[in-house]
């Protein structure tokens, strides 16, 4: 009887270590909004949590424009917030926010109920880049998601993604927009593999772009996909403008292999520049 009562007793210090040890390995914050907030956030991010959780609880954040928003991703990240706040990027390409996957574990960076606002100032800049960080062999996996997400009044690319691998490696769309609004933009999308040649001779064949019910108003171009697949379910597009800066109104793609699926979308209310297409694409799918 002793031995039966010391095992039900090491099996419940056991379950309760685990507990701790879980809660440990999560931190949960809520963001101030002083000018410096991003960049304390991202140097949390450089610690070994499993998962991680930022809450916005202001109405406002001034994104700091010093180029120093790092993140090194080795664990999953949410940002969301509870009233919808607004991240205000003061119209410079320096407020970049960088994250740096370093992990070949699987890993998702999740924005929730955020209003991206006000970047960039036409000189080519990027509000949101990841990029992928020694992976040698294409084997990291990883996903930027998006969920109610408003972008508005941004200037250059929205979305920039480094890519590196040549294989599938997940089943999960790399980027995902779900249920986001687009308004008064120039471009939402630019991606880029580092080995050129699956940027020009073939597509890698290994990462989608996914954009499900969002709503784009007043944009200048969708993106640039050099290599991968790009997926529009059930999307509304008005007023989209398109510019000589960019190779079409929509999607630009050149790649062999590459491919564009659109289905359950609208297109209406267009007036596109004169001599620049909605799509400008050769040796791509298009369904």
């Known amino acids: 009887m ?6 039900f007793a090491y099996i419940n210090l056991l379950l309760l270590y685990i507990f701790f040890i879980d ?7 809520s963001a101030d ?8 956030i991202a140097n949390i991010t450089n610690s070994d949590y499993n998962e991680i959780y ?7 954040y001034k994104i700091s424009n010093n180029g120093r928003n790092q993140f090194f991703v080795k664990s999953d990240i949410t940002f969301y917030s509870d009233k919808g706040t607004i991240f205000d990027f003061q119209k410079s390409k320096k407020s970049t926010l960088y994250f740096n996957i370093v992990e070949k574990k699987y890993v998702k960076i999740i924005f929730k109920n955020i209003t991206f606002f006000n970047f960039g100032d036409h000189e080519g800049g990027t509000m949101i ?10 084997s990291y996996k990883y996903s930027m998601e998006f969920e109610n997400c408003i972008f508005k009044n941004n200037n250059d690319v929205i979305y920039y993604n480094k890519i590196s691998c040549i294989n599938p490696v997940q089943s999960i769309p790399q980027a ?18 580092i080995n050129k040649d699956y940027n020009v001779i073939k597509s890698c064949k290994c990462y989608t772009l996914y954009m499900s019910n969002c709503y784009f108003n007043n944009i200048i171009s969708l993106g640039r996909l050099n290599t991968g697949d790009v997926i529009i379910d059930n999307c509304y597009f008005s007023n989209i403008i398109g510019d000589k800066k960019y190779n079409a109104a929509i999607i630009s793609s050149s790649n062999k292999e590459n491919k564009i699926i659109i289905k359950n979308t609208i297109f209406e209310k267009n007036d596109v520049q004169k001599d620049i297409p909605f799509f400008d694409i050769t040796r791509t799918s298009l369904e």
Do not use: A, M
């Open 54 to 60: 930022i809450n916005f609880n202001k109405d406002y």
């Open 176 to 193: 995902i927009f779900n249920n986001c609004t687009f308004i008064d933009s120039e471009q939402i999308f630019y991606n880029y593999h």
């Open 23 to 29: 809660k440990l390995y999560s931190f949960n914050l």
């Open 129 to 138: 880049s990841v990029d992928i960080l020694n992976d040698t062999k294409g």
């Open 2 to 7: 002793i031995l039966i009562n010391n095992f």
């Open 33 to 40: 909004n002083d000018d410096h907030c991003i960049e304390r």
